[in-house]
């Protein structure tokens, strides 16, 4: 022990005097310098520190996720790879976790102490195993599903009596999951790319292990009720949620406010006209409020979702300010979601246009938010969309987006398919209303790890640099498009090279003109070199082609124009109609210019098998600008006949 230092005295003085001060300052202390007050212990979660340096740092838009690989080459860049690789990579740990659970005797040792249960292999329950209460109760606590209907089947086969208050927790969890095995919450990968489902079809299991399970309890109590109808209108079961809610009022029995919410919510599939939908959620708001059953957020929104449900209703948009205003009365603050059905009720495609989302917004700016209800998460998502379809404001959208960057905020914008819809309106919306080069820095920022654009939204970028001539763009988005797997798509192939011809080469900046060429020359390479069979290919039109020949001659690629001349010529049942004639008069006169003769007759045989009415002209044309050979002359003569380009003193040639 004397090996090891101890600092000196002085320095710990030092320490506690530190100390005492602070605690004066913070006034947890007494003046007295030798006393010393530990603060009392603040419970915190195992993340708050990891919490708190992530709040000092900005998000990172030049680099990719963290849970990518850190190298360029292994970087996802199109949607499609980087859902693959998140999945993969979690498919990894899933299959790790199958073969701990298959295989638990491989997996003996158990260096943990305090004894750590989520570490260990789950217990799987086999047909014959003796099982009790207190394995029951283990996990139905748990939330296993699956386990605690294999191990109730053992309990009732070994006549082992269940107590009704674990036949009530039973209950509660077979009906909140539906008798289902959930998406582990390790499992982050997989629930962020699962979008959620909106089926309005009915997926309840009826008379299955739950209406069973309700039938055992003894005293059929307020709890198992209210646990029954709740599964049922939550998974549509409708009329038989409504059989047990008219026999509770028979009977006199109590229901609880989430059982009224959960009514209110399907009130539209036990009603057809608007109204009568309407006047059965009044019915259920004066039930509650004659039995004493307080109201509370979860009551707000489903009363704004039954009529977000009949929003063509004339009365909804009126009736859906009066319901917010009569729950203001009553203290109840809205969420996220509440202003969700806002949105959905005012701002309809047809519908009048309406200002809505700006008041929100003022209500909402400079707020960060807790999750309370489920619908949270599809507010700045609908916002958006309102921001770009409804009021086709660019300044609304950034306040959105600013909003969606406070704090935490971030949080709720949902899933993978959420965000993706997200960007895309943010990303149209800016397209359409900022100048080219403000919007490509939009572009830089968000392309490609916060956000791939979709072959539509890429559409709509291509047009805007094409009609604002910013064509020194387009070797970055062709580099980008090659990248996102678009240059396999007809239409925006054809944009492309569309936008490409738009350049006139000058001699200022011969730079940009042989980039815009190697984009030509790689469209035309890729194109020819694509997989036959594959699914998604680029198919050649006249057009497409016509535009390759312009851009490649304007820009002295003379070799590559008379590639695809002869493309055009050997496969023209590959080719989707023929070259236009602008873009073999071009061919024509870079060949002349060459004294290339072969070409020029080429391209005089393809115009008149295209039907051209320029092709008498371009063999007058050849005729007066190269020395023609009697091959050459034959040729145009059968094709066209001598008199068309022919003089009258000129001897026919020979056959």
Request: with cysteine.
């Amino acid at each position: 022990m004397s090996a090891l230092w101890r600092p000196p005295l002085p320095f710990l003085r030092l320490i506690a005097a530190g100390i005492s001060r602070a605690s004066q300052h913070r006034g947890l202390g007494t003046p007295a310098g030798d006393t010393i007050v530990i603060p009392k212990r603040i419970q915190r979660s195992p993340t708050d520190i990891l919490q708190a340096l992530a709040g000092t740092v900005g998000q990172d838009t030049t680099g990719p996720h963290y849970k990518y690989s850190d190298d360029p080459f292994l970087n996802p860049y199109s949607n499609l790879t980087k859902r693959s690789y998140a999945l993969s990579k979690e498919s990894g740990r899933k299959a790790a976790r199958w073969i701990r659970e298959k295989y638990p005797r491989l997996f003996s040792h158990r260096p943990d102490d305090p004894f750590i249960e989520s570490f260990q292999p789950k217990q799987q329950y086999q047909e014959g195993e003796q099982v009790g209460v207190d394995t029951l109760v283990g996990v139905v606590a748990r939330g296993e599903v699956a386990n605690a209907v294999t191990v109730y089947h053992l309990c009732k086969n070994q006549g082992v009596a269940l107590p009704d208050e674990l036949l009530q927790d039973l209950l509660e969890l077979l009906c909140f999951y539906n008798e289902e095995e959930q998406v582990d919450v390790e499992w982050v990968e997989e629930r962020w790319y699962r979008q959620a489902s909106t089926t309005t079809r009915k997926t309840w299991k009826d008379n299955r292990l739950a209406e069973e399970v309700f039938a055992s309890l003894t005293t059929r109590g307020p709890a198992a009720y209210c646990a029954l109808i709740r599964g049922m209108a939550q998974y549509l079961q409708v009329d038989r949620a409504w059989q047990l809610y008219q026999e509770c009022r028979e009977k006199g029995i109590p229901l609880d406010t989430g059982t009224h919410n959960a009514l209110i919510r399907v009130a539209s599939f036990l009603r057809d006209a608007s109204d009568l939908r309407w006047q059965l959620v009044q019915e259920l708001l004066c039930t509650m409020a004659e039995r004493d059953v307080q109201p509370d957020l979860g009551t707000l929104n489903a009363t704004l979702e039954a009529l977000a449900q009949v929003s063509g209703w004339r009365q909804a948009r009126d009736l859906s300010l009066k319901v917010l205003m009569e729950f203001h009365q009553l203290g109840i603050k809205p969420s996220l979601a509440t202003y969700y059905y806002l949105l959905l009720i005012h701002c309809r495609d047809r519908g009048p246009r309406s200002d809505i989302l700006v008041g929100i917004l003022d209500q909402l700016e400079g707020q960060s938010f807790t999750l309370q209800d489920p619908k949270d998460t599809s507010f700045f998502v609908t916002a958006m969309e309102v921001a770009r379809n409804h009021l086709k404001s660019l300044k609304v959208a950034e306040r959105v987006d600013s909003l969606l960057h406070l704090g935490d905020n971030h949080l709720f914008i949902g899933d993978s398919y959420k965000e993706s819809v997200y960007y895309r309106h943010y990303f149209a919306l800016s397209c359409s209303s900022l100048p080219i080069d403000e919007f490509m820095q939009v572009y830089d920022k968000l392309v490609p790890h916060i956000y791939t654009p979709e072959p539509g939204i890429m559409q709509e970028v291509l047009e805007a640099v094409q009609t604002s001539g910013a064509l020194h763009y387009l070797p970055q988005l062709w580099s980008d498009m090659v990248t996102f797997d678009h240059s396999s798509r007809d239409k925006l192939v054809g944009l492309m090279l569309a936008a490409l011809t738009h350049h006139h080469p000058s001699p200022d900046n011969p730079q940009l003109t042989e980039r815009l060429v190697t984009i030509a020359k790689d469209i035309w390479t890729r194109v020819q070199e694509q997989d036959p069979n594959r699914r998604n290919r680029v198919t050649w039109t006249g057009q497409m082609l016509g535009w390759v020949v312009e851009v490649v001659v304007r820009c002295g690629e003379y070799q590559t124009a008379t590639e695809v001349l002869q493309e055009a010529t050997t496969t023209p049942q590959a080719v989707l109609g023929v070259l236009p004639a602008p873009s073999l008069t071009a061919l024509l006169s870079a060949a002349l210019h060459r004294k290339d003769t072969d070409t020029a007759v080429a391209v005089v045989l393809y115009a008149q098998d295209a039907g051209h009415q320029e092709t008498g002209q371009m063999a007058q044309q050849v005729h007066s600008s190269l020395p023609l050979s009697n091959q050459h002359l034959a040729k145009l003569a059968s094709a066209l006949g001598r008199d068309v380009y022919l003089p009258h003193d000129t001897p026919a040639p020979a056959t």
